[in-house]
């Protein structure tokens, strides 16, 4: 089971614990220090950096030749009516677009398959399955 702590430091800095490691977030410098990755850029490193390891122990398991996986990944809102792919048909939709670059003497079939796989990520299916959010006040 995934643990973070997030403490106030300091106007909106916030102080994220893990088990291993600390990390700044802020938000940019118009509303905040600029001094840190927003909450956003944190959900999309999570996402970019699951689907990295899952794609790279795949191709592991499999004895394939990726060489290097490069993901960029971007969040926006738009409307529904303006989404080509989106089931919604109206509101706003929120939409994080994931492009992948794969390295390595890979054929198309391989390709294929690691487009898919990155679907697979655990990160990725829970973001996909809408995970319910529990708040509880402690003293």
């Known amino acids: 089971m995934a643990s973070i702590q997030a403490t106030s430091i300091e106007n909106l800095q ?17 509303i905040g220090d600029g ?7 944190f959900l999309l ?8 390891m899952t794609l790279q122990l795949y191709a592991r398991r499999k004895k394939w030749p990726l ?7 971007s969040h926006n809102r ?3 009516s303006d989404c080509e792919d989106c089931e919604e048909e109206t509101g706003i939709v929120e939409r994080i677009e994931v492009k992948l670059r794969v390295e390595g003497n890979l054929d198309e079939k391989q390709r294929e398959r690691l487009a898919y796989i990155a679907t697979r990520c655990p990160v990725h299916k829970t973001l996909a399955s809408g995970p319910r959010i529990v708040h509880t006040i402690v003293s």
């Open 14 to 30: 916030v102080l994220i614990r893990s088990s291993s490691d600390g990390f700044i977030a802020d938000e940019p410098r118009d």
């Open 45 to 52: 490193a999570a996402l970019g950096s699951c689907t990295v």
């Open 35 to 41: 001094l840190g990755p927003d909450p956003y850029e």
């Open 78 to 80: 738009v409307h529904a």
């Open 67 to 73: 060489d290097k996986v490069d993901v960029e990944l």
